[in-house]
Nanobody, 115 residues
């Protein structure tokens, strides 16, 4: 049974930083693409950042230069370091693991950027 457990969300002021973590179990983590999506109220879920098993990285234009995705295969964990946060980054953030045609999702963690 695949499980993804997220942590690290919360309330932060504009310009602040947060680090999200997503720990996976029940899957050969190192063989799969992993990443983060987010969904703001009234909007569709959008890709934030992704990293393949080979280390290729893709970022949404809106977070380029502010967010960094990292994976630690030894700990089956993917991180999202978010700096210079803006109110428009407010959303529920979901991690995922893509295993072939199957995609597994975390439960989501709320990030709120507000003064």
């Amino acid at each position: 049974q695949v499980q993804l457990v997220e942590s690290g969300g919360g309330l932060v002021q504009p310009g602040g930083s947060l680090r999200l973590s997503c720990a996976a179990s029940g899957i050969i983590f190192r063989l799969n693409a992993v990443g983060w999506y987010r969904q703001a109220p009234g909007k569709e879920r959008e890709l934030v950042a992704a990293i393949t098993s080979g280390g290729s990285i893709n970022y949404a234009d809106s977070v380029m230069g502010r967010f960094t995705i990292l994976r630690d295969n030894a700990k089956n964990t993917v991180f999202l370091q978010m700096n210079s946060l803006k109110p428009e980054d407010t959303a529920v953030y979901y991690c995922y693991v893509g295993a072939g045609f199957q995609v597994y999702w975390g439960q989501g963690t709320q990030v709120t950027v507000s003064s």
